[in-house]
């Protein structure tokens, strides 16, 4: 994968977060492939975030996922230097951020990127509306200027009639949108999000996501978005990066991910997820067979699969798969319910 | 948790009680055959004691042409005393009722009329004792000393709070500050900066300073990460996160740190007067040196009202939640009372009027007269059974033990308990003792640390242990030991010499007082910090609740309980030391004789360099329950 | 940048000073009120207290009268003997109203550093010594002689005199030379310290009223001596010189002719105030009397300094300066 600056929101090549004392020299010598437990019985470091290189296009939602542990966390703060990465190259809007000087840094900070945390971080003897200026506040705004701001983006978030509330006289889902307000509220081109919604209970949470989305699509941001919850990251992403012990072990669509996991561990990951909802008619169409007769419902080859079912119970005959004006294949009962029907569907999937 | 597992590493079935009985009777045998020789008595002619005497002439002759003094410590005198002359002066000027208000106003803006009413109260009451001006003296000297120390000690914390490498590099500096006795750095501080307020405030600062950097450190680092990580997401520069967050957040806790700083230096102030320091300490000391305790009790109270008063001001300050405003009402109330007082100090005299004085020293000396010869018979005969029985004995277990054996027991005994590297300092601690002349009168100050210590451990077992199984007790006792923490050191000595005159007894009995309560907390602690499910699984096993004591609780709180000991030697050989103006004799005994006579001067510095690493070295022999896990608790885990 | 302006500012700082800080510009411990060097009559002195009653009896009637007389305000810092001299070099005492002999003292701070200057003598004459009750004196008569000291140290055994004879001190500030006597008289005895004055009062009250043996160091002038029935021990006879090296002394103490010490400042800017302390001068018993005013008739200093003014006017009338 390469880094193409013109046209990636963020680049990242060979990023590598090494922590403990003798960092530079781990990762000098070939002790840095070791497993994560015996490189930390050798040398006492832990090597949380390795070898890692993607690209996040512009207005995309990038998710990240993986167990706890995994480097999550590390990664996304690697991007603009909250840890110091020990190797590798961060590509933020064209700017190397590697090597940005720390007053460079904080203008990135201050007007680019912005960031939402799991437990807020919020400021307990702050007010809501001057939490959500901080921002503004830091990079020297008049406080008439930021407080108009910071309304305005609260409203954005829901949160109109809170402003003189304190952090602590608010449910945790309203702080997580002070949190977000605050983000929102220097209007940077990228947001990172780490596992902004884990500490909320499963209702908020769901709320949350779909503000995340509506937000989204109103304001347009490129956003890496962190989470070990797989369901999250089906809904929200666009391109899913799972990680595993500090490298990305798979990079794709949640389909591509769902249909083709790269190994047992993301298979593991994905086992659960009913594929009906991911994936789509394109993963299970074939070729008609000789005979089959080609009158039947024209579907896109993006439909989910659950989405077919009901044109599949309309009429007996084979779906027709279509991307575009082409044929892409056929699908009919036998392979839906086969599909449906479980296990032995992952080899079919292979198979196709 | 099998303990014989750990005794017999060799794998062999030898009972775990074989090894230290053997080790015991070998030391035991070597005494025998060996007391009396290789004794290091004392000499007070000793030529270390000489040369340190020397050197301070050449001080006091070299103080006002020597650069070192002439650009650098005397400049330090002058502007610690002149610090300490600006608040002596303000307060001074805003006479007693202008004190009174303020001082009440801010109890006010602190929390409110509740904290305020006792704190005009407290503040009057020094007028009503007759103390007006040595209260104000002394509240001088302990702003000025505050001031600078939290001057010095929250940079130095917030630096150490922030920066990993600056917290490594300062422990140890506290570390050894803080089990230093005060009285250790009378000597060297009178030596560079004289004696008088400037040297007193110093004293104090040193002994104030180290909770500032510690508590501030905590504060800063306590400081949730996520917040501070939020602020640099957002480009704030590395000053805007100090201040608009560290500072805020780590607020409530350093206000502890101010409250702490103030408590130390509260207590320091009865010692800093052996160097001069004005104010209540020198009625203390007067009482002390009449023998009167009603001259001392009048100035000891006021200096506990003065702790209380400061304690609840600083405490309802931390104790505020992280965002609550002071409402208008209480501005208008603080307003007005500090509007008032000063009006009034302006129309009335300066002078507490002598009509609102109540004069108690009479009744006083008549009531610890009365004490004194109608329990004369209790007092001596338990001084007497002390003495006769536990510490003359013990005393000359010491002194007629060959050097080589008391520093090969402590080898043992440290290494046994904290590991090797303690064992070696304290070897080293031990070693230098005898290097410096002091040996027979730390052997004696030892005597009289182990007695006082053994019974603090003995009283805070009992109490501790009580407090943890009952509640009710333990809501009893609390409170107490709360007052009990909060009061100077000194004030301990008062009932100590009104009951026992001036003996080593009396040193013994104050430092008991001094050290149980923090023993029983800890105590307690350890205990009820076992794991529910451990002790209901003894339970559910049919234990009794004895047998729950001996067998789970207890042995699990060991940390707990050594985390005690070393609390209590501590504590215990601060106060025996300070012990040393009351007839504790030894090594506190040539501290003073040392400020008394200028001959002595370097026996004195010497004796106080001694105690700090007979502190050092009981210290270190007592630390493995801080910073080593247990033998035990290392094999299972 | 403010780095560099700070720099320059101490360094501006030090340039200014270069004189240095002497202890002298300290200020002392009132800066407010100015010290006692301001010559005009309302200024302050400060009498160092010594901690034994007859002294204080001395200075509170001098402070009665500077007080009251002259209208100087006075302080009387607690300080013992040897740090009151320190105190005349930092401003911290201006006069020690009682001085016993203390000539390793005079030639540092009169003669080298000149930081004092003597002003004369109390009147007083005072002698320090070794004493038992009365009783033990009639009961062993050969006890007042040091050589038999010896024999009896088991009588004074107590239980922090570590199996020798026990000798009661006082304060550890008080001029002594006990433990050089003890050593070179080859006495089997201890020092055991009592901590003060009223220590020994206190032991020998109890000594006399319970019969309990007691050898004790104390001095006189004293009010004890009107009350309770002393016996002085015989030590060698203090002979011109036997005191002179500390270590080696073997002889009893000498009377002394107590005298006044004040700081070389007071003494040239001290104005009347100064001449009054020159003038000061009474007898053991007007000094014994008020003493015992303090210690046994309830009074405070400056109540039994009221007392005795009122009744001796003649006597103070000739210290006042014209
Ligand atoms: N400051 C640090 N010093 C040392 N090791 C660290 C540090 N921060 C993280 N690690 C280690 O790096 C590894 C990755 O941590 P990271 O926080 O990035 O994981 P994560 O995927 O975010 O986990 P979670 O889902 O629990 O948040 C872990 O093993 C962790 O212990
Ligand atoms: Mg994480």
């Known amino acids: ?352 | ?637 | 940048m403010k780095i560099r302006l700070l720099a320059g500012l101490l360094a501006l700082g030090l340039a200014t000073a270069c004189g240095g800080a002497t202890v002298e510009s300290a200020p002392s411990a009132t800066p407010a009120e100015g010290s006692a060097s301001a010559s005009a009559p309302t200024g302050t002195v400060k009498i160092a207290i010594n901690p034994w009653v007859g002294y204080e009896a001395s200075a509170n009637v001098v402070a009665y009268l500077l007080k009251n007389e002259l209208g100087y305000t006075v302080e009387l810092p607690e300080i013992k003997e040897q740090l009151a001299w320190e105190g005349f070099e930092t401003g911290d005492v201006d006069v020690i109203i009682e001085n016993w002999g203390h000539p390793d003292l005079k030639k540092q701070f009169i003669e080298e550093k000149k930081t004092a200057v003597e002003a004369g003598s109390t009147g007083n004459k005072g002698v320090i010594g070794w004493y038992i009750p009365k009783w033990m004196a009639d009961e062993h008569p050969d006890i007042t002689d040091w050589k038999n000291l010896n024999k009896y140290a088991d009588l004074f055994k107590t239980s922090e005199s570590g199996g020798k004879g026990q000798l009661l001190f006082g304060d550890p500030s008080y001029v002594s030379n006990e433990a050089a006597l003890i050593k070179n008289l080859k006495l089997n005895f201890k020092i055991v310290t009592g901590g003060s004055e009223a220590a020994l009062i206190k032991g020998a009250q109890q000594a006399q009223a319970q019969k309990k043996p007691l050898l004790f160091y104390f001095w006189d002038p004293h009010w004890l001596f009107s009350k309770t029935e002393l016996v002085r021990v015989k030590l060698p006879e203090w002979t011109e010189g036997c005191d002179a090296d500390p270590k080696k002394v073997a002889c009893d103490y000498p009377e002394m002719d107590l005298d006044k010490i004040v700081s070389t400042r007071f003494a040239q800017s001290g104005g009347k105030a100064y001449e009054l302390v020159k003038n000061f001068s009474w007898t053991n018993e007007d000094q014994n009397a008020v003493a015992d005013d303090m210690t046994n008739g309830g009074m405070t200093g400056e109540e039994a300094a009221k007392k005795w003014v009122e009744a001796n006017p003649a006597k103070w009338q000739a210290w006042i300066p014209q």
């Not at chain 1, 044109?311 to 044929?327: H, M, N, T």
């Not at chain 2, 109260?121 to 702003?143: D, I, M, N, P, Q």
């Not at chain 2, 536990?390 to 277990?397: A, F, G, I, K, R």
Request: proline share 6%.
């Open chain 1, 1 to 352: 994968m390469r880094v193409s600056p013109d046209s990636a929101a963020i680049g990242v090549e060979g990023l590598w977060k090494i922590f403990g004392p003798k960092a530079a020299k781990v990762l000098a010598c070939d002790d840095r492939f070791l497993e994560p437990a015996a490189l930390r019985e050798k040398t006492g470091c832990t090597a949380a975030v390795r070898d890692v290189s993607f690209d996040v296009r512009p207005g995309e939602v990038f998710v990240v996922m993986g167990l706890s542990g995994s480097g999550k966390s590390t990664l996304v703060r690697c991007l603009t230097r909250l840890v110091e990465p020990t190797a590798g190259r961060v590509v933020i809007g064209g700017e190397d951020v590697g090597a940005a000087t720390p007053a460079r840094l904080r203008e990135l900070r201050r007007h680019h990127v912005s960031m939402v945390f799991q437990h807020f971080g919020l400021l307990p003897h702050r007010r809501v509306i001057d939490n959500v200026a901080y921002g503004l506040e830091v990079q020297g705004r008049p406080r008439a200027e930021r407080h108009a701001r910071a309304a305005e983006i609260l409203s954005l978030v829901g949160l109109d009639g809170h402003a003189d509330a304190f952090p602590d006289q608010l449910s945790g889902g309203m702080q997580q949108r002070v949190g977000l307000a605050r983000a929102l509220a220097v209007d940077p081109q990228v947001m990172l999000f780490d596992e902004p919604f884990s500490a909320l209970d499963p209702l908020i949470r769901r709320d949350m996501q779909a503000e995340v989305i509506r937000l989204h699509r109103e304001v347009g941001k490129t956003m890496v978005f962190i989470t070990h919850d797989l369901s999250e990251a089906l809904k929200l992403g666009e391109r899913i990066a799972i990680m595993r012990a500090g490298s990305i072990v798979q990079l794709g669509t949640p389909e591509e991910l769902v249909g083709a996991p790269a190994d047992d561990y993301v298979a593991d990951f994905v086992r659960d997820v009913p594929r009906s909802h991911v994936l789509s008619l394109r993963w299970i169409s074939r070729p008609p067979e000789p005979g089959e007769p080609l009158d039947g419902p024209e579907l896109p080859a993006s439909t989910v699969i659950k989405d077919a079912i009901a044109a599949a119970s309309e009429s007996s005959r084979p779906i027709r798969v279509v991307d575009g004006d082409e044929l892409v294949g056929v699908v009919d009962r036998v392979d839906l319910l086969t599909f449906l029907s479980g296990q032995d569907t992952g080899d079919t999937v292979t198979a196709a």
């Open chain 2, 1 to 637: 948790m099998s303990s014989t597992a750990v005794s017999t590493p060799s794998g062999l079935r030898v009972p775990g009680w074989l090894a230290p009985a053997g080790v015991a009777v070998l030391f035991a045998a070597a005494y025998l055959v060996f007391r009396g020789t290789g004794t290091l008595p004392h000499d007070s002619e000793a030529p270390q004691f000489a040369a340190v005497t020397e050197l301070r002439e050449w001080i006091d002759d070299h103080r006002n042409d020597n650069p070192v003094f002439l650009y650098f410590l005397n400049y330090v005198r002058l502007f610690v005393g002149g610090v300490y002359g600006l608040f002596h002066g303000a307060l001074t000027a805003l006479g007693w009722p202008g004190l009174i208000g303020v001082m009440g106003a801010l109890a006010w803006l602190a929390g409110g009329w509740r904290i305020a009413l006792p704190a005009v109260a407290g503040f009057c009451s020094f007028g009503v004792l007759g103390l007006w001006e040595s209260s104000v003296e002394t509240l001088a000297l302990v702003a000025a000393a505050v001031l600078l120390s939290l001057a010095i000690g929250v940079p130095l914390g917030i630096w150490a709070g922030l920066s990993r490498r600056a917290h490594r590099a300062v422990t140890p500096v506290l570390d050894v500050m803080q089990i230093m006795p005060t009285f250790a750095y009378l000597a060297p501080l009178a030596l560079f900066f004289h004696i008088g307020a400037p040297a007193g405030t110093i004293a104090t600062m040193i002994y104030a300073i180290p909770p500032a950097i510690r508590i501030t450190a905590l504060a800063v680092q306590q400081v949730s990460p996520t917040a501070v990580e939020a602020s640099a997401s957002l480009g704030a520069t590395r000053a805007q996160t100090l201040v608009k967050v560290h500072l805020p957040l780590a607020r409530s806790t350093m206000a502890l740190a101010v409250n702490q700083t103030i408590m130390m230096a509260l207590s320091m102030v009865v010692i800093a007067n052996l160097i001069n320091a004005p104010g209540l300490g020198s009625d203390i000391i007067l009482g002390l040196s009449r023998a009167q305790v009603g001259i001392m009790l009048p100035a000891g109270v006021a200096i506990v009202v003065m702790a209380m008063v400061l304690d609840r001001m600083t405490v309802s300050v931390a104790r505020r939640g992280p965002h609550s405003r002071i409402g208008r009402a209480g501005l208008a109330g603080a307003g007005a009372l500090a509007a008032a007082g000063v009006t009034l100090g302006l129309v009335l005299p300066h002078e507490w009027p002598e009509a609102l004085t109540v004069d108690l020293v009479a009744e006083i000396n008549d009531a610890v007269l009365w004490a004194e010869t109608s329990w004369y018979g209790v007092t001596t005969f338990i001084k007497d059974t002390t003495s006769y029985l536990l510490l003359n004995p013990l005393e000359s277990l010491f002194t007629t033990a060959p050097w080589w054996l008391v520093a090969a027991a402590v080898l043992l005994a440290a290494w046994r308990v904290s590991g090797v590297r303690p064992a070696l300092t304290a070897l080293g601690c031990l070693l230098a003792i005898a290097l410096l002349g002091t040996w027979e009168h730390a052997m004696r100050t030892m005597t009289t640390v182990a007695v006082a210590v053994s019974v603090t451990l003995v009283i805070g077992l009992l109490l501790g242990v009580a407090a943890a199984r009952s509640a009710r007790w333990s809501a009893v006792q609390r409170p107490v030991l709360d007052a009990a923490q909060t009061m100077p050191a000194f004030v301990y000595l008062l009932p100590a010499l009104a009951l026992f005159g001036t003996t080593r007894f009396t040193a013994i009995f104050a430092s008991i007082v001094y050290a149980v309560p923090p023993v029983v907390r800890l105590v307690e602690e350890g205990i009820r910090n076992v794991p529910g499910t451990v002790v209901e699984a003894a339970a559910s096993a049919g234990s009794t609740p004895g047998q729950l004591l001996w067998k789970v609780q207890l042995p699990m709180a060991r940390r707990a309980i050594l985390l005690a000991a070393n609390q209590g030697i501590v504590m215990t050989l601060a106060m025996v030391v300070v012990g040393g103006l009351v007839g504790a004799g030894a090594l506190g005994y040539d501290v003073v004789l040392g400020f008394s006579q200028r001959t002595d001067f370097g026996m004195g510095f010497i004796a106080g360099v001694a105690t700090v690493l007979l502190g050092v070295m009981l210290d270190r022999i007592t630390q493995g329950a801080d910073r080593r896990p247990s033998p035990h608790q290392r094999k299972v885990t």
